[in-house]
Protein backbone atom coordinates (compact mmCIF):
# COMPACT_ATOMS: atom_id res chain seq x y z
CA UNK A 1 0.00 0.00 0.00
CA UNK A 2 2.86 2.19 0.42
CA UNK A 3 3.93 1.43 -3.03
CA UNK A 4 3.98 4.44 -6.24
CA UNK A 5 4.70 2.42 -9.15
CA UNK A 6 5.78 4.45 -12.00
CA UNK A 7 6.21 3.20 -15.99
CA UNK A 8 7.90 3.26 -18.17
CA UNK A 9 11.29 2.72 -16.95
CA UNK A 10 12.74 4.26 -19.88
CA UNK A 11 11.73 5.97 -22.47
CA UNK A 12 13.14 7.59 -25.97
CA UNK A 13 11.24 11.02 -27.54
CA UNK A 14 12.07 13.14 -30.86
CA UNK A 15 12.70 16.24 -30.28
CA UNK A 16 9.84 18.10 -30.15
CA UNK A 17 7.37 15.34 -28.94
CA UNK A 18 5.24 14.76 -25.76
CA UNK A 19 7.08 12.69 -22.91
CA UNK A 20 4.49 11.13 -20.92
CA UNK A 21 5.33 9.19 -17.42
CA UNK A 22 2.60 7.75 -15.26
CA UNK A 23 2.21 6.52 -11.81
CA UNK A 24 -0.11 4.85 -9.84
CA UNK A 25 -0.66 4.64 -6.05
CA UNK A 26 -3.04 2.55 -3.40
CA UNK A 27 -2.87 4.51 -0.37
CA UNK A 28 -5.70 6.65 -0.55
CA UNK A 29 -4.42 8.74 2.34
CA UNK A 30 -1.59 10.05 0.14
CA UNK A 31 -2.05 13.92 -0.49
CA UNK A 32 0.76 15.30 -1.98
CA UNK A 33 2.30 14.22 -4.90
CA UNK A 34 5.68 15.80 -6.12
CA UNK A 35 8.03 14.66 -9.38
CA UNK A 36 11.81 15.30 -8.89
CA UNK A 37 14.04 15.32 -12.27
CA UNK A 38 17.99 14.04 -11.71
CA UNK A 39 20.70 14.86 -14.12
CA UNK A 40 23.79 12.49 -14.31
CA UNK A 41 25.93 12.87 -11.11
CA UNK A 42 23.24 15.45 -9.70
CA UNK A 43 20.81 15.14 -6.59
CA UNK A 44 17.32 15.05 -7.90
CA UNK A 45 15.56 18.64 -7.72
CA UNK A 46 11.84 19.07 -7.46
CA UNK A 47 10.07 19.87 -10.80
CA UNK A 48 6.57 20.35 -9.76
CA UNK A 49 3.97 18.65 -7.29
CA UNK A 50 -0.58 18.16 -7.11
CA UNK A 51 -2.69 17.81 -4.84
CA UNK A 52 -5.62 15.60 -4.86
CA UNK A 53 -7.81 18.21 -4.95
CA UNK A 54 -6.83 19.78 -8.53
CA UNK A 55 -6.97 17.49 -11.62
CA UNK A 56 -4.27 19.44 -13.45
CA UNK A 57 -1.22 21.47 -12.70
CA UNK A 58 0.85 23.64 -15.56
CA UNK A 59 4.16 24.94 -15.01
CA UNK A 60 5.87 25.70 -18.49
CA UNK A 61 6.56 22.89 -20.58
CA UNK A 62 5.45 20.26 -18.06
CA UNK A 63 1.99 19.15 -16.47
CA UNK A 64 0.69 17.02 -14.11
CA UNK A 65 -2.70 14.94 -14.63
CA UNK A 66 -4.03 13.80 -11.63
CA UNK A 67 -7.24 11.00 -11.63
CA UNK A 68 -7.93 10.56 -8.09
CA UNK A 69 -10.57 8.10 -8.88
CA UNK A 70 -8.16 6.13 -10.55
CA UNK A 71 -5.64 6.59 -8.21
CA UNK A 72 -3.15 7.68 -11.06
CA UNK A 73 -1.29 10.53 -12.09
CA UNK A 74 0.92 11.15 -14.85
CA UNK A 75 3.50 13.70 -15.92
CA UNK A 76 3.59 15.58 -19.86
CA UNK A 77 6.33 17.14 -21.08
CA UNK A 78 4.92 18.95 -24.09
CA UNK A 79 7.96 20.43 -26.85
CA UNK A 80 10.61 18.24 -25.41
CA UNK A 81 13.77 19.31 -25.68
CA UNK A 82 17.54 17.12 -25.30
CA UNK A 83 17.99 19.34 -22.05
CA UNK A 84 15.05 16.97 -20.76
CA UNK A 85 16.90 14.00 -20.77
CA UNK A 86 17.36 12.85 -17.49
CA UNK A 87 15.50 10.80 -14.50
CA UNK A 88 12.37 11.43 -13.01
CA UNK A 89 10.73 10.34 -10.37
CA UNK A 90 7.28 10.30 -9.58
CA UNK A 91 6.47 9.90 -5.28
CA UNK A 92 4.13 10.75 -2.87
CA UNK A 93 2.90 11.58 1.00
CA UNK A 94 0.37 11.64 3.24
CA UNK A 95 1.75 14.67 4.81
CA UNK A 96 3.82 17.34 2.99
CA UNK A 97 6.71 17.31 5.85
CA UNK A 98 6.68 13.41 6.31
CA UNK A 99 8.55 10.79 4.41
CA UNK A 100 8.22 10.77 0.49
CA UNK A 101 8.05 7.33 -1.16
CA UNK A 102 9.35 7.46 -4.63
CA UNK A 103 8.81 5.43 -7.64
CA UNK A 104 11.29 3.27 -9.41
CA UNK A 105 12.11 6.16 -11.89
CA UNK A 106 12.35 6.77 -15.70
CA UNK A 107 15.30 7.46 -17.57
CA UNK A 108 13.96 9.68 -20.89
CA UNK A 109 15.96 10.36 -23.71
CA UNK A 110 15.21 13.02 -25.76
CA UNK A 111 16.63 12.65 -29.10
CA UNK A 112 18.26 15.63 -30.89
CA UNK B 1 22.90 22.60 -3.42
CA UNK B 2 22.70 25.18 -1.64
CA UNK B 3 22.08 25.22 1.88
CA UNK B 4 22.98 21.23 1.75
CA UNK B 5 26.10 19.61 1.51
CA UNK B 6 27.27 15.61 1.71
CA UNK B 7 30.79 14.37 2.58
CA UNK B 8 32.86 12.42 1.24
CA UNK B 9 31.32 13.19 -2.30
CA UNK B 10 33.04 9.66 -3.00
CA UNK B 11 34.67 6.94 -0.69
CA UNK B 12 36.04 3.18 -0.94
CA UNK B 13 36.27 0.68 1.57
CA UNK B 14 36.72 -2.54 2.79
CA UNK B 15 34.21 -4.78 3.61
CA UNK B 16 34.01 -5.26 7.31
CA UNK B 17 34.78 -1.56 7.97
CA UNK B 18 32.66 1.05 9.59
CA UNK B 19 31.99 3.81 7.41
CA UNK B 20 29.94 7.23 8.27
CA UNK B 21 28.72 9.53 5.94
CA UNK B 22 28.08 13.13 7.03
CA UNK B 23 25.26 15.50 6.04
CA UNK B 24 25.28 19.33 6.69
CA UNK B 25 22.58 21.80 6.34
CA UNK B 26 22.45 25.49 6.95
CA UNK B 27 18.59 26.21 6.39
CA UNK B 28 17.59 25.40 9.72
CA UNK B 29 15.38 22.44 8.83
CA UNK B 30 13.49 19.99 11.29
CA UNK B 31 13.21 17.23 8.51
CA UNK B 32 16.67 15.28 7.74
CA UNK B 33 15.98 12.03 5.32
CA UNK B 34 19.01 10.00 4.52
CA UNK B 35 18.01 7.88 0.73
CA UNK B 36 20.14 5.21 -1.33
CA UNK B 37 19.71 4.79 -4.84
CA UNK B 38 20.18 1.67 -6.58
CA UNK B 39 19.45 0.92 -10.51
CA UNK B 40 16.28 -0.27 -10.87
CA UNK B 41 15.37 -0.03 -7.36
CA UNK B 42 14.92 4.13 -7.29
CA UNK B 43 15.39 6.34 -4.42
CA UNK B 44 14.77 4.17 -0.88
CA UNK B 45 14.95 5.56 2.33
CA UNK B 46 17.12 4.48 4.85
CA UNK B 47 16.45 6.51 8.23
CA UNK B 48 14.93 10.07 8.57
CA UNK B 49 14.97 12.56 11.57
CA UNK B 50 12.35 14.59 12.77
CA UNK B 51 14.78 16.35 15.17
CA UNK B 52 17.50 16.62 17.17
CA UNK B 53 17.64 13.22 18.79
CA UNK B 54 14.55 12.66 16.88
CA UNK B 55 15.08 9.76 14.44
CA UNK B 56 13.47 6.89 12.84
CA UNK B 57 14.08 3.78 10.30
CA UNK B 58 12.83 3.76 6.97
CA UNK B 59 12.60 0.85 4.42
CA UNK B 60 15.96 -0.42 4.05
CA UNK B 61 17.77 0.08 7.75
CA UNK B 62 19.29 -2.63 8.30
CA UNK B 63 22.81 -2.40 8.54
CA UNK B 64 22.43 1.46 9.37
CA UNK B 65 22.41 3.61 11.96
CA UNK B 66 22.03 7.48 12.73
CA UNK B 67 22.87 9.98 14.68
CA UNK B 68 21.47 14.03 15.03
CA UNK B 69 23.11 15.59 17.88
CA UNK B 70 22.63 18.95 16.18
CA UNK B 71 20.13 20.72 13.66
CA UNK B 72 22.57 21.10 11.18
CA UNK B 73 24.18 17.82 11.10
CA UNK B 74 22.65 14.38 9.99
CA UNK B 75 25.07 11.14 10.28
CA UNK B 76 24.83 7.97 8.30
CA UNK B 77 26.98 5.22 9.98
CA UNK B 78 27.79 1.37 8.19
CA UNK B 79 28.45 -0.49 11.68
CA UNK B 80 30.19 -3.11 9.68
CA UNK B 81 29.91 -2.06 5.59
CA UNK B 82 29.36 -5.05 2.96
CA UNK B 83 29.22 -5.13 -0.72
CA UNK B 84 25.48 -4.70 -0.96
CA UNK B 85 25.69 -1.55 0.55
CA UNK B 86 27.42 0.04 -2.37
CA UNK B 87 25.41 2.34 -3.70
CA UNK B 88 24.98 6.62 -4.12
CA UNK B 89 23.82 7.87 -0.73
CA UNK B 90 21.46 10.84 -1.07
CA UNK B 91 21.03 13.50 2.24
CA UNK B 92 17.54 15.03 1.58
CA UNK B 93 15.99 17.92 3.84
CA UNK B 94 12.67 19.13 4.81
CA UNK B 95 11.79 22.42 5.21
CA UNK B 96 7.90 24.78 5.16
CA UNK B 97 5.72 25.45 2.04
CA UNK B 98 5.31 23.45 -0.84
CA UNK B 99 8.72 23.00 -1.88
CA UNK B 100 9.19 19.55 -1.18
CA UNK B 101 12.91 17.97 -0.34
CA UNK B 102 16.35 19.70 -1.10
CA UNK B 103 18.57 16.60 -2.01
CA UNK B 104 22.71 16.90 -1.52
CA UNK B 105 24.54 16.21 -4.13
CA UNK B 106 25.53 12.65 -3.20
CA UNK B 107 27.50 9.76 -1.95
CA UNK B 108 28.94 7.76 -3.86
CA UNK B 109 30.24 4.52 -1.81
CA UNK B 110 31.97 1.48 -2.98
CA UNK B 111 32.16 -1.43 -0.60
CA UNK B 112 35.17 -4.06 -1.98
Not at chain 1, 28 to 34: E, I
Not at chain 2, 44 to 61: A, C
Request: proline share 4%; with cysteine; net charge positive.
Amino acid sequence: QQQVKQSPQSLIVQKGGISIINCAYENTAFDYFPWYQQFPGKGPALLIAIRPDVSEKKEGRFTISFNKSAKQFSLHIMDSQPGDSATYFCAATMNRDDKIIFGKGTRLHILP
Amino acid sequence: DAGITQSPRHKVTETGTPVTLRCHQTENHRYMYWYRQDPGHGLRLIHYSYGVKDTDKGEVSDGYSVSRSKTEDFLLTLESATSSQTSVYFCAISGQGDNGYTFGSGTRLTVV
